[in-house]
């Protein structure tokens, strides 16, 4: 019997060359070949007639073959080389069959003899054509089959796929089932041996649907029910209710909360005085105000005697909030500490030294502080920064370093309504839809590489009246790609030739952290008049007396990222400038520098994104750090999504660790899929599933 957790090359046909191109399709398991699906098939059960073919169609024919023209070199030695071509017929007529390249592919066929071919029409030489089909002899095993056309890799065929995927299934593999029986009675769904059988080789379609349908529900439930375990639900009777000190810190602020502030405030003090533990996300606009939101929460914990932890996607981003912090805090007697990838040795001992004895009270860092050395005495409250640019695994793993801590995460990626819940599902959502008053909305220009002249010109007004400007380009280095590009040290070069008298500054990723920062400080104290960058600046940071951002090369830079950049003016209340210098854009990046004209509302411009870049760019480029679907698709499956909340509640209800017997495997099956989620985002991406503690 076969073992599916054996290494793939236990499969007969897997050798050393193989087994590394399945690796590099993340297939290294006999069992994971089962779970890559097809993203496709062919149905091959009818065959056409000749004479029913027509261009563009996909067809099976059964065809006897008439002559064989051989391929080779051309007549005479020189051009290109000939195909091999088929002329084969049935009742009806003749087609062409031609082979690129593929000589010896002559050997297969015999005049006279039947074969069927599955393949694509086209218009041909002489009539109509199939290039390249798939074929057989009559009787092989392919026909009359619906066909699976599987995801592929190079080095990797169909015919590889299908026969691997056939040979084990053959094999009669033990395939546990993760559904418990009674989740399969109550939503009528087929087993899962059933399934992985009818995904790969279906019978017909009514079988295909069954598996289609439980395997999608399938993901869909580990997802939902994943989502619903990290929702810490426990007790958390830490009794943080907002008194007098924080109405005493909020009224210190020079300026007055505005209303969304103050209503997302009320939110949160609802939560952390509940007696459990707080599970939020504060959505609002780049610009809304959310920082000091979360600093008012923090103060709370703090002067409740627990620790806060707030950690922001980068260094940079990181080190602006701890400034900002610090000085908001630093008269309130709160003690703060700063960790990312550059605090080492001595100075890192002791900052993990005093968090542990509890001597910090507030830590501020990047993805650093959910390293396993980083312990705390007693952290009752976890904010997270720009959650979109962290797996939920990692917000989890964060949260998991205090006992039920309240977790607050922040995002100015807004999200349509509808995903919000799905994406979302495990936290509840206070949206903050006001600026701070006095602000003006930012005065958006398209132009071609013709108005970068006066654009710059422009620029070094506004620079001379006290404003500071930011200018943003696609590459690093000008050797980086076509020299239709323009790059950031590049730019920097040219600007401080023009604007000879002041400092421009340069920051990007190849640059050392310390460099970065020194360029950051200056452009933060006003010491540079001009910060030339990579999106490295995209998120989070807060200059107000930045008025001016110039994006090179705008046709370069997706909907949402074009938003966010604009957000980083419009923050004081000077009227500020946002430039798209667009190079021959193609008709999409025009439409998206129509679109940054028109509007100036993140919840518009994520909607419009949602319908350019479609929801499979939307969710694929992984930008809410949910783990990556095989099968189920969050916009497409809604009504199956319905169910599966049922499920889930029902299953949690009864169950809440999911540790009775019955419901361990598919608590296997979360830990499995949410240990995935953290993969590639940011420094620290490898994530033990076992820490998830789900
Ligand atoms: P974001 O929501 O994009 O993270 P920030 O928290 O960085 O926004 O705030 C942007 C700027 O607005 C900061 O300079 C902050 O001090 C300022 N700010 C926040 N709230 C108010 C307010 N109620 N009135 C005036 N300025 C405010
Ligand atoms: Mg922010």
Redesign the pocket.
């Known amino acids: 019997m076969t073992d599916l957790g054996a290494p793939v090359d236990s499969v007969k046909g897997i050798g050393a060359a193989k087994k590394a191109a399945l690796g590099r399709m993340g297939i290294r398991s006999a069992g994971a070949l089962l779970w890559h699906f097809p993203r496709d098939y062919e149905d091959r059960r009818g065959r056409t007639r000749i004479a029913s073919l027509s261009p563009g169609m996909a067809a099976a024919i059964s065809a006897s073959v008439v002559s064989i023209e051989a391929g080779g070199p051309s007549y005479g030695g020189r051009g290109a080389r000939r195909p091999l071509k088929l002329t084969v017929c049935d009742r009806t007529g003749t087609l062409e069959i031609v082979f690129f390249k593929a000589d010896y592919l002559a050997k297969s066929f015999a005049v006279g003899k039947e074969y069927a071919f599955y393949g694509r029409v086209s218009p041909g030489s002489r009539g109509l054509q199939m290039a390249h089909p798939d074929f057989s002899a009559e009787g092989g095993r392919w026909d009359g089959a619906i066909v699976p056309v599987y995801p592929l890799a190079s080095g990797i065929s169909q015919k590889d796929l299908r026969r691997w995927t056939e040979c084990l299934l053959g094999g009669d593999p033990r395939i546990d089932e993760p559904l418990p029986e009674g989740t399969l009675a109550r939503n009528r769904l087929c087993g899962i041996g059933y399934a992985l059988r009818n995904i790969h080789f279906p019978e017909d379609r009514r079988r295909l649907m069954e598996a289609r349908y439980r395997l999608i529900f399938e993901e869909l439930l580990t997802l939902q029910a994943g989502l619903m375990m990290l929702k810490s639900d426990n007790e958390a009777a830490k009794g943080m209710s907002f008194g007098a000190e924080v109405r005493g810190f909020v009224d210190g602020l020079p300026y007055r909360l505005t209303a969304a502030q103050r209503r997302a405030l009320a939110d949160i003090d609802g939560d952390m005085g509940s007696g459990r533990a707080m599970n939020r996300l504060l959505q609002g606009d780049v610009g809304s105000g959310?920082?000091v939101v979360a600093a008012a929460a923090m103060y709370k914990a703090v002067k409740s005697g627990f620790q806060a932890a707030m950690m922001a996607p980068t260094e940079t981003l990181a080190w602006q909030h701890f400034g900002e912090l610090r000085g908001l805090f630093a008269p309130h007697g709160v003690r703060t500490g700063f960790l990312a990838g550059g605090v080492r040795g001595a100075e890192r001992r002791a900052l993990l030294e005093k968090l542990k004895s509890g001597e910090i009270d507030l830590l501020v860092g990047t993805h650093a502080v959910i390293q396993p050395e980083v312990v705390f005495g007693r952290l009752g409250i976890v904010v997270t920064?720009e959650q979109h640019r962290f797996g939920v695994a990692q917000r989890v793993r964060l949260q998991q370093k205090g006992e039920s801590p309240d977790i607050l995460v922040m995002t100015?990626t807004p999200i349509p309504r509808t995903l919000a819940f799905i994406v979302y599902g495990d936290l509840d959502i206070s949206v903050m839809d006001e600026k701070p008053p006095g602000r003006q909305a930012v005065f958006t220009k398209a132009t071609d590489a013709g108005g970068r002249d006066a654009a710059y010109e422009f620029m070094r007004r506004e620079i001379r009246t006290g404003s500071q400007a930011y200018v943003v380009a696609p590459l690093v280095d000008d050797g980086d790609g076509g020299r239709a590009l323009k790059s950031a040290t590049g730019l920097h070069a040219e600007l401080a030739r023009r604007f000879k008298g002041h400092s421009v500054a340069l920051i990007h990723g190849q640059m050392r952290q310390s460099e970065k920062d020194a360029a950051m400080r200056d452009f933060y104290a006003g010491k540079a008049a001009v910060l030339v960058s990579t999106v490295l600046i995209e998120v989070?940071i807060n200059v107000p007396n930045a008025t001016i951002m110039l994006i090179e090369n705008a046709e370069r830079f997706g909907l949402a990222q074009l938003h966010q950049l604009r957000g980083r003016v419009g923050r004081g209340e000077r009227q500020s400038y946002c430039i798209l210098v667009t190079e021959r854009g193609s008709a999409e990046a025009e439409e998206r520098a129509r679109i940054m004209v028109s509007t100036d509302d993140g919840f518009a411009i994520a909607e419009k994104d949602l319908e350019l870049r479609g929801p499979g760019e939307f969710f694929g480029a992984r930008q809410h750090g949910m783990p990556r679907l095989r099968i189920a698709n969050l916009l497409k499956h809604v009504k199956v999504l319905a169910a599966v909340k049922d499920e889930a509640h029902l299953l949690l209800a009864g169950d809440p660790g999911l540790s009775l017997p019955e419901n361990r495997a598919l608590r296997e099956r979360i830990a499995a899929l949410f240990s995935k989620a953290g993969e590639g985002l940011g420094e620290d991406a490898e994530i033990d599933a076992g820490k998830i503690g789900i």
């Open positions: 959310k920082t920064d100015a989070g």
